[in-house]
């Protein structure tokens, strides 16, 4: 794609000695959701009453005191989900909901119609502001716009007044000069000084000002400096509450608050997996479980997030996508094998230190902090690496391979994969770790029976004896061989069949079930007559039958190998 120098660069603020790099977030901002109203309006079919209702109650449940419910002014159904809100008692006490509104007069007293009977509302009003809008839309100079926000604020203190006066509803203020990031700054700031003069704000009763990037133009730094710049050179500072309202059109609207808050806001306005106009809103549940992470409590509670997902997919019909952070269905999830192997040690290291820190390598945040299982974590495909396929055998039945073996049963993976040409879940890796260790087809050699003996010699040692039978080939053959104990005495024993060349390289077994029929499971490491090392399984309740069956396990698979 060929620049044709046809845009025009964002102007950068001039802020030398910009203080906000050195911030860190140290505590929550106060939420506000826009779901309802800026989320609803984004949508192809927005929601109706009974969806509304149920949404809002989601998000009291997530601990949200201030929730923007719509533009009641703008159509009648956004009129009549209000009046049910208050009217069925559905809003409680300690929660304030807000109402969207142009700084129109019409406009303005239907809104105020709206929202008699509520205990606390915020009353959010706005014009548009920015140099485009100006020219373009409005077609007014900067007066001209002023005037527009100033006749607002004025109307709404008046009507706030006879509102208080006949119900003692408590009302409180906010303004958003809209298009913002568009906004020359310091014009918006001129804007929302008269603004706040006309309101009479104070510290005792602060108004919200509001700075939206109503659409996202500059990189999230630039957004920070502009938020710093306007709030160390507005007047009477501490009367007002700085809230953001960052949109996505950039992709940054998540870093955009982040820097906004270390700018010096105390407010955020978005929505729950960032849904709204174009590209969306920030993502609220990223920002606030981003300061869990940090051990910032983000007082918001989305300890059980799959069940909040299921009511947003639900009610606004959209689709969070699965990798989206801390929601999506792939969010946790490692294909690779080298992440696979961290995150597995990660576990083990959190079992054996007893640190009371989260140190898992590749995952910010403890799955099982927001209700979410470790199980899907590792996901296997032909681009994973032997430590996440063990780790989904260990986790699926309990088998605890032996390092030496993991590259072994890697392979096979990986392999089949290959030939599968997707992912594959924990079932189908327990299939092919049965069906290549412990029941695969055309054995050579298959164990009938057998029993040992104690040989107790002249010399007062004790040596193994080994009786049995082995099929080959379908044949059955009987064998018998003396060695120091019960598995050297067996490989004596198959030397009776022309199996030679075969020695004993590793063993390691442990159980795999508790009770009167628990059973042991032994994997077997030997090296073949060509010194190339094998490996194989056997499982059985007599832990020296699993040995037994682990070698010739070995064999037949070595076996195979040379025959294919």
Not at 79 to 101: C, F, K, N, S
Not at 187 to 195: D, L, P, R, T
Not at 293 to 298: A, C, E, G, I
Not at 357 to 374: H, M, S
């Given at each position: 794609?060929?620049?044709?120098?046809?845009?025009?660069?964002?102007?950068?603020?001039?802020?030398?000695?910009?203080?906000?790099?050195?911030?860190?977030?140290?505590?929550?901002?106060?939420?506000?959701?826009?779901?309802?109203?800026?989320?609803?309006?984004?949508?192809?079919?927005?929601?109706?009453?009974?969806?509304?209702?149920?949404?809002?109650?989601?998000?009291?449940?997530?601990?949200?005191?201030?929730?923007?419910?719509?533009?009641?002014?703008?159509?009648?159904t956004?009129?009549?989900?209000?009046?049910?809100?208050?009217?069925?008692?559905?809003?409680?006490?300690?929660?304030?909901?807000?109402?969207?509104?142009?700084?129109?007069?019409?406009?303005?007293?239907?809104?105020?119609?709206?929202?008699?009977?509520?205990?606390?509302?915020?009353?959010?009003?706005?014009?548009?502001?920015?140099?485009?809008?100006?020219?373009?839309?409005?077609?007014?100079?900067?007066a001209?716009?002023t005037?527009?926000?100033?006749?607002?604020?004025?109307?709404?203190?008046?009507?706030?007044?006879?509102?208080?006066?006949?119900?003692?509803?408590?009302?409180?203020?906010?303004?958003?000069p809209?298009?913002?990031?568009?906004?020359?700054?310091?014009?918006?700031?001129?804007?929302?000084?008269?603004?706040?003069?006309?309101?009479?704000?104070?510290?005792?009763?602060?108004?919200?000002?509001?700075?939206?990037?109503?659409?996202?133009m500059?990189t999230?730094?630039?957004?920070?400096?502009?938020?710093?710049?306007?709030?160390?050179?507005?007047?009477?500072?501490?009367?007002?509450?700085?809230?953001?309202?960052?949109?996505?059109?950039?992709?940054?609207?998540?870093?955009?608050?982040?820097?906004?808050?270390?700018?010096?806001?105390?407010?955020?306005?978005?929505?729950?997996?960032?849904?709204?106009?174009?590209?969306g809103?920030?993502?609220?549940?990223?920002?606030?479980?981003?300061?869990?992470?940090?051990?910032?409590?983000?007082?918001?509670?989305?300890?059980?997030?799959m069940?909040?997902?299921?009511?947003?997919?639900?009610?606004?019909?959209?689709?969070?996508?699965?990798?989206?952070?801390?929601?999506?269905?792939l969010?946790?999830?490692?294909?690779?094998?080298?992440?696979?192997?961290?995150?597995?040690?990660?576990?083990?290291?959190m079992?054996?230190?007893?640190?009371?820190?989260?140190?898992?390598?590749?995952?910010?945040?403890?799955?099982?902090?927001?209700?979410?299982?470790?199980?899907?974590?590792?996901?296997?495909?032909?681009?994973?690496?032997?430590?996440?396929a063990?780790?989904?055998?260990?986790?699926?039945?309990?088998?605890?391979?032996?390092?030496?073996?993991?590259?072994?049963?890697?392979?096979?993976?990986?392999?089949?994969?290959?030939?599968?040409?997707?992912?594959l879940?924990s079932?189908?890796?327990?299939?092919?770790?049965?069906?290549?260790?412990?029941?695969?087809?055309?054995?050579?050699?298959?164990?009938?029976?057998?029993?040992?003996?104690?040989?107790n010699?002249?010399?007062?040692?004790?040596?193994s004896?080994?009786?049995?039978?082995?099929?080959?080939?379908?044949d059955?053959?009987?064998?018998?061989?003396?060695?120091?104990?019960?598995?050297?005495?067996?490989?004596?024993?198959?030397?009776g069949?022309?199996?030679?060349?075969?020695?004993?390289?590793?063993?390691?077994?442990?159980?795999?079930?508790?009770?009167?029929?628990?059973?042991?499971?032994?994997?077997?490491?030997?090296?073949?007559?060509?010194?190339?090392?094998?490996?194989?399984?056997?499982?059985?309740?007599?832990?020296?039958?699993?040995?037994?069956q682990?070698?010739?396990?070995?064999?037949?698979?070595?076996?195979?190998?040379?025959?294919?």
């Amino acid at each position: 794609m060929k620049s044709e120098k046809k845009y025009i660069p964002f102007e950068q603020i001039n802020l030398p000695n910009r203080q906000w790099p050195t911030k860190i977030i140290d505590k929550a901002p106060v939420w506000c959701s826009v779901d309802l109203r800026d989320g609803n309006q984004a949508l192809i079919t927005p929601m109706g009453i009974e969806e509304k209702i149920r949404f809002f109650h989601t998000l009291i449940d997530c601990g949200f005191k201030e929730i923007e419910v719509g533009f009641p002014s703008a159509s009648e159904t956004e009129y009549a989900i209000l009046r049910t809100l208050i009217e069925e008692g559905h809003i409680p006490d300690d929660v304030w909901v807000q109402v969207l509104v142009q700084a129109r007069e019409e406009l303005i007293r239907k809104t105020f119609e709206a929202v008699r009977g509520a205990k606390n509302v915020i009353v959010h009003f706005y014009n548009s502001t920015s140099t485009l809008q100006r020219k373009i839309v409005f077609q007014k100079d900067m007066a001209g716009i002023t005037e527009i926000a100033v006749n607002g604020a004025k109307l709404i203190k008046q009507l706030t007044e006879e509102e208080v006066a006949r119900s003692g509803m408590n009302i409180r203020y906010e303004y958003s000069p809209e298009s913002f990031t568009g906004t020359e700054i310091d014009y918006s700031i001129e804007i929302c000084e008269a603004v706040m003069e006309e309101m009479g704000a104070t510290k005792e009763h602060p108004i919200i000002i509001n700075l939206p990037s109503t659409v996202e133009m500059c990189t999230a730094n630039t957004y920070a400096d502009q938020i710093e710049y306007f709030c160390t050179h507005m007047k009477n500072r501490d009367a007002a509450i700085i809230s953001l309202h960052p949109h996505n059109d950039r992709g940054t609207g998540v870093a955009c608050a982040e820097l906004g808050l270390m700018a010096g806001a105390d407010r955020i306005e978005g929505t729950l997996f960032g849904n709204g106009e174009r590209t969306g809103n920030l993502d609220i549940i990223t920002v606030a479980l981003n300061m869990f992470t940090q051990n910032v409590d983000p007082e918001l509670d989305f300890s059980n997030i799959m069940d909040v997902r299921k009511v947003y997919e639900e009610v606004t019909k959209m689709t969070v996508p699965p990798r989206q952070p801390y929601a999506g269905d792939l969010c946790f999830t490692a294909f690779s094998g080298s992440h696979q192997d961290a995150i597995r040690k990660g576990y083990e290291y959190m079992k054996t230190s007893g640190t009371e820190y989260w140190e898992v390598p590749y995952l910010p945040i403890n799955p099982a902090d927001i209700n979410r299982q470790y199980e899907p974590v590792i996901r296997i495909n032909s681009q994973s690496g032997k430590g996440g396929a063990v780790y989904v055998l260990e986790a699926a039945c309990g088998y605890r391979l032996p390092k030496s073996m993991h590259p072994d049963f890697g392979n096979v993976i990986k392999a089949a994969a290959d030939a599968y040409g997707d992912e594959l879940s924990s079932e189908q890796i327990v299939e092919i770790f049965n069906k290549e260790y412990l029941d695969f087809e055309d054995k050579k050699y298959v164990l009938k029976r057998h029993r040992f003996f104690e040989l107790n010699e002249a010399d007062g040692s004790i040596h193994s004896r080994f009786e049995g039978s082995i099929m080959v080939d379908g044949d059955e053959r009987f064998i018998s061989g003396n060695g120091n104990g019960p598995i050297d005495s067996f490989f004596l024993a198959l030397d009776g069949l022309g199996v030679k060349g075969y020695s004993f390289i590793n063993y390691h077994e442990h159980a795999v079930s508790q009770g009167s029929d628990s059973k042991g499971i032994c994997y077997i490491e030997l090296a073949d007559p060509n010194g190339k090392h094998v490996f194989g399984v056997g499982i059985h309740t007599n832990i020296n039958v699993a040995a037994l069956q682990g070698i010739i396990c070995a064999i037949n698979r070595s076996v195979k190998v040379e025959e294919n």
